[in-house]
């Protein structure tokens, strides 16, 4: 059969060519819209692009011409400069005199007690003594009154000795025909040694001063109750070693607080040297004596102590304004080189003198103006920069070091203020 052939396409194909050729259409066109989008923008962009760069090149321009520093250390030659004085601090010097060598000093004081207890060491019997009343009679014929002085004995029958400490008057007698009445007075006596066997019982005495004499018979003493208090016993006493023992205690720990308390009146900017101070006992004493028969005693002590001081800053302002007096011209003091020792070899507290020995020493070099010699090194490459330093300083420069930033800088800037000269001194 032979095959059909259309002159058109069929209505259903040719809806679909014709709804694909629209698709195809318009994406294009869509296309389209979109590169030149993308071109607009980037022109946009272009002249913000242009003006960084130029930035960067005028700010790259500008640090390469203005980041060149140079850095030269130098390390001068340092002679050493010691030096001994003799000066005087004197309490009547008001300041610092370097000719004389002298400066002012201040005088101290301060006064301390101190007092404490101490036990007496001394070992000694107590024996408390007897004591008591008697009637002293006087019998005497013809009747007269009888004087016994002070300290008369009294014996009793047991053979026990007391003793009156006041003198006693015994009146006379009365006597009537033959019979006599004796006079009589009570007086108090006490044993002659201490312990118990002298509590005797009532008992009769004679009075040994009158025997062999016409008295000693007529005269005479009775006791009408016992004599009480005697005893024996152990107790402590102080003695010599106690009291200077005690002595030496309160002396230091008095002298300590004065010293102490002078010390505090002195300030950190004095200068107080050990023998420069003195300490003088004002008083020493205690009211217990030697064999005061005692358990404890007090003693106390008041000390004085003194001293004289100068000033820190006085010494070294001497010191310093010596050795700026004897530097070499064109020299100069190294700075935290400086030192000073001193001691004292003699010392007048109480006139407010001393004679101090004073060493010190300090580092001086060639002074070097470090503004000027920037100056002289513009232009200059590190060869050159040496060239100039040895020119200038010669041998008063020990070692130069150069230093060129960043890396590309071969010689030191132009500016002055590009240029750091530094003193070295480690």
Known sequence: MPRKIYDIKPPKLAR????????????????????????????????????????????????????????????????????????IADKSISSVDLEKAFLPAQYFEASETASQDFPATGNASNEGRASGKITVYNKYDPVTPMTLKAGTHFMSDSGKLFVASQKIV???????????????????VQAVEGGESYNIAPSNFSVPGLKGTAYYYSIYATS????????????????????????????????????????????????????AINSTTADASTLAKTG???????????????????????????????????????????????????????????GGKATLNVTFSSGAYNAIDVNSTAISLMGKNASQVGQVIDSKFGDQINQVKVNFWPFWVTKAPNNQKAIKVELKFE
Do not use: C
């Open 16 to 87: 679909q060519v014709e709804e694909g050729l629209k698709e195809f259409l318009g994406e294009g066109k869509k296309k389209s819209r979109n590169s030149r989008r993308k071109k607009e923008s980037h022109f946009k962009w272009l002249p913000v692009v242009l003006v960084v760069l130029l930035i960067i090149i005028i700010i790259g321009v500008y640090l390469f011409f203005k980041l060149p520093k140079a850095n030269v250390q130098l390390w001068p030659k340092v002679d050493i400069l010691s030096f001994q004085q003799t000066v």
């Open 170 to 188: 015994v009146p006379a007698a009365k006597k009537s025909g033959s019979k006599i009445t004796p006079g009589s007075i009570e007086v108090n």
């Open 224 to 275: 009408s109750s016992a004599m009480t208090g005697g005893y024996a016993g152990k107790v402590k006493k102080v003695t010599d070693d106690d009291i200077q023992s005690a002595k030496d205690i309160m002396t230091k720990q008095a002298a300590d607080k004065a010293i102490s308390s002078l010390k505090n009146q002195i300030s950190s900017d004095f200068v107080l040297l050990d023998n």
């Open 292 to 350: 005061a028969v005692v358990d404890n005693f007090t003693y106390k002590a008041t000390v004085k102590a003194s001293a004289i001081a100068f000033k820190k800053s006085d010494i070294e302002k001497f010191a310093k304004d010596y050795i700026v007096s004897q530097l070499p011209q064109g020299q100069t003091i190294l700075e935290g080189s400086f030192k000073v020792d001193y001691s004292a070899s003699t010392v007048d507290i109480s």
